[in-house]
């Protein structure tokens, strides 16, 4: 007994010794930050924000076609407001809706940039439009905020390059790499037609970026209890997307007369079963990274948990969300109260981890579900994205650029669970980055896509300065 304990003592000081040693080894990968220029903006810059959500571009689905006057408008309005871009750039239009800039630079040795970001902006549920602070497609100014559709996703960030670029021109400054705007017309619908086509024109152009950068990173605030500095999360890529229809057909009945498994409930079943049996949690490519990055920031005990994955990766993973998740969105059935339906319907969504594919998820399903339900992919889906770098110098010029600006901050990063036009660049860039700075804490989080989308004054000039001094930084 005396033996056992010993053994027993011996084996808690020695994991207790490796628990400490990794956690003191756990070094910051932060830098310094540097003094930069001081640049001033009119507040001119909000009111062409303003006058930017007033144009309707929204997407509603894949069968619907963009409307053509509020974005052949929003095209006006850009060349009206930008003459400087329009008379110093070449403008492409891709697939009519799309905008291609190409910012031509004095160095063809060096490697372009492409700045990201998309047009077109989700619709607004009706019934909620009397809890916004302001008509959703008005373009109110407030003392501290403008308020509208698209001023967080993502017209903030499209205006944000076009004021950078327009001030620099001012100033008589000429890049020496080349820089693209691209801005697809329907990335909320996937991109497929616009920001895919942009890709493929400039595959076919032979143009080799050394940085595509998109929207989906972000400055988070207070999302990260633990940690007090500002996040700022530049996501290196992306979960995968796949909806799958589940349908069940009965020859249906009178519902005083049920039969033992009925339409709903077969239906209901699969999607407790989908539920109840998640896809597994799994370390991947860019998460060791972010625990490297975010790891050496947090509390001794943070720190501690972060250093040594292999003794808390469940803990770690299911914060990090590190798994395909599912998700029954819609549903359908039935036409009377008394009545059993001969059909039933339900969208499942899937976020697709790396390493998983649109074809693993429905193998999944299949196996999980009754074989009395139909298994169908539906509409609009794609595989995880490739994983962009950190050691390059792009991402060090970012990370640079980032600190520079906001030093109160700790650079982050990871990986994205929603989708980004981003997913297409990988195969024209060597990195492909999802980062402006953008704040956003908990309410915020709530106004993507959902009620009283806004954007402070301070914020919105942040993001024009970041756009200004990355270009620089990169030339």
Not at 28 to 45: G, L, N
Not at 169 to 179: A, C, D, L, Q
Not at 265 to 277: F, H, M, Q, R, T
Not at 376 to 397: C, H, L, M, R, Y
């Amino acid at each position: 007994m005396k033996k056992i304990l010993l053994w027993l003592l011996a084996a808690i000081v020695l994991i207790v010794a490796v628990l400490l040693f990794n956690t003191f080894r756990f070094t910051s990968r932060q830098v310094e930050p540097e003094a930069i220029q001081e640049i001033t903006f009119s507040d001119q810059i909000y009111q062409n924000l303003s006058k930017a959500i007033q144009f309707k571009t929204i997407s509603f689905s894949e069968e619907v076609e963009p409307d053509s006057a509020e974005f052949f408008g929003f095209h006006r309005f850009l060349e009206a407001t930008y003459p400087l871009v329009h008379q110093n750039l070449t403008l492409t239009k891709i697939n009519t809706f799309s905008l291609l800039y190409q910012w031509t630079g004095t160095d063809p040795s060096m490697k372009p940039i492409i700045f990201m970001s998309h047009q077109d902006v989700v619709p607004v549920d009706e019934p909620t439009i009397s809890q916004w602070e302001a008509p959703p497609f008005s373009g109110a100014i407030t003392e501290t905020d403008i308020i509208g559709r698209g001023t967080l996703d993502d017209k903030g960030t499209l205006l944000g390059v076009f004021e950078a670029i327009e001030k620099l021109i001012s100033e008589g400054y000429g890049p020496k790499r080349t820089i693209y705007i691209a801005s697809g017309h329907d990335e909320e619908i996937g991109g497929a037609k616009g920001a895919k086509l942009i890709a493929e024109h400039l595959e076919a152009k032979g143009v080799k970026a050394a940085m595509a950068i998109d929207e989906g990173g972000f400055l988070s605030e207070g999302l990260v209890s633990e940690i007090e500095p500002t996040i700022a999360v530049i996501n290196l890529s992306e979960k995968g997307y796949a909806s799958f229809k589940l349908s069940v057909e009965t020859r249906g009945g009178h519902s005083s007369a049920p039969p033992h498994e009925n339409t709903i409930g077969i239906l209901a079943k699969a999607i407790v079963d989908l539920e109840e049996n998640q896809r597994p949690y799994k370390m991947v490519d860019p998460l060791d990274d972010q625990l490297e990055f975010l790891g050496p920031e947090l509390p001794f005990i943070g720190k501690m948990v972060f250093a040594n994955p292999w003794l808390f990766e469940r803990f770690i993973l299911e914060g990090l969300n590190a798994h395909t998740t599912t998700a029954p969105t819609i549903i359908g059935g039935g036409v009377k109260d008394n009545v059993i339906p001969t059909v039933a319907e339900a969208t499942v969504n899937f976020r697709i981890l790396p390493g998983e594919t649109v074809e693993s998820v429905q193998k999944h399903i299949e196996e999980t579900v009754s074989d009395k339900v139909k298994v169908e992919q539906k509409g609009f889906a794609t595989n995880p994205s490739p994983v962009s770098g950190i050691d390059s110098e792009a991402f060090q010029i970012l990370q640079k650029t980032i600190t520079n600006q906001f030093p109160e901050s700790v650079v982050v990063p990871g990986m994205i669970g929603g989708g980004t036009d981003a997913r297409y660049f990988y195969g024209i860039a060597d990195d492909v980055y999802r980062f402006y700075p953008i704040r956003m804490d908990s309410i915020a989080m709530t106004r993507f896509h959902g009620i009283d989308e806004k954007i402070s004054k301070e914020n919105y000039r942040e993001v024009v300065e970041f756009c200004y001094h990355l270009i620089k930084n990169f030339n």
